[in-house]
């Protein structure tokens, strides 16, 4: 149990083009989602927290216009960047939590803005 | 601001030895530790938890956190190839509900 899904798994688009990724608890139901990104050699760095139904809540230096976050329902999130440019270029995971448990992330996506 | 600090390696271990691997961590209030593994180009997977001082065991890892001095450590035996992978050690307030803050991870290396 406690499967995570993200898709799409690899993204390429242009700059300025907005980019929507599915994160999916396919087993469960996810009280929190999360969303992280890592850039190469780096560690994962959170981006925001999202509970279904209510705002997500974001780190200090993410961008909220930037990075839209929609927690539709308790098995599903959706991170869209807006307006990409080559610099939001990395790897975004999701992680679903169902309480007091720990998280589980799903594969990732990576993310290429040409 | 919260940080987790860890050794970035390469920690080089030869085959059946134990691996160890540390990380401290500045937030006091800190209440939920973890271990992920992570293979180049994935995510990450989770290898155990601990809330509480001293030990956990699961199988061939062994978890230890001592609160006081903001340590937590990850023991690993009778190591494999297998187990070469970035570890990442991640800390929270507050278990499932709260998002991690991670360490930039240790680089193990097994050796046949």
């Known amino acids: 149990g406690a499967v995570v899904s993200q898709h799409p798994s690899w993204v390429i688009c242009k700059s300025g083009t907005s980019v929507k990724i599915e994160c999916r608890s396919l087993?469960?139901?996810?009280?929190?989602m999360f969303w992280y990104r890592q850039f190469p050699k780096q560690s994962l760095m959170l981006m925001a927290t999202?509970?279904?139904?209510?705002?997500?809540?974001?780190e200090q230096g993410v961008e909220k216009d930037k990075f839209l976050i929609n927690h539709a329902s308790l098995t599903l999130s959706t991170l869209t960047v807006t307006s990409a440019h080559p610099e939001d270029s990395s790897f975004y995971i999701c992680?679903?939590?169902?309480?007091?448990?720990?998280?589980?992330f799903g594969p990732g996506t990576r993310l290429l803005v040409l | 601001q919260k940080e987790v600090e860890q050794n970035s390696g390469p920690l080089s271990v030869p085959e059946g030895a134990i691996a160890s691997l540390n990380c401290t961590y500045s937030?006091?209030?800190?209440?939920?530790f973890f271990w992920y593994r992570q293979y180049s180009g994935k995510s990450p997977e989770l290898i155990m938890f601990?809330?509480?001082?001293g030990d956990k065991e699961d199988g061939r890892f062994t978890a230890q956190l001592n609160k006081a001095s903001q340590y937590v450590s990850l023991l690993i035996r009778d190591s494999q190839p297998s187990d070469s992978a970035t570890y990442l050690c991640?800390?929270?307030?507050?278990?499932?509900?709260?998002?991690?803050?991670f360490g930039k991870g240790t680089h193990l290396i097994i050796q046949p």
């Open positions: 992680s679903a939590s169902r309480g007091r448990e720990t998280q589980y």
């Open positions: 991640a800390v929270n307030k507050g278990g499932g509900a709260d998002g991690l803050t």
């Open positions: 601990i809330y509480s001082n």
């Open positions: 999202s509970n279904e139904g209510s705002k997500a809540t974001y």
């Open positions: 937030d006091r209030g800190s209440q939920s």
């Open positions: 087993d469960f139901q996810a009280t929190t």
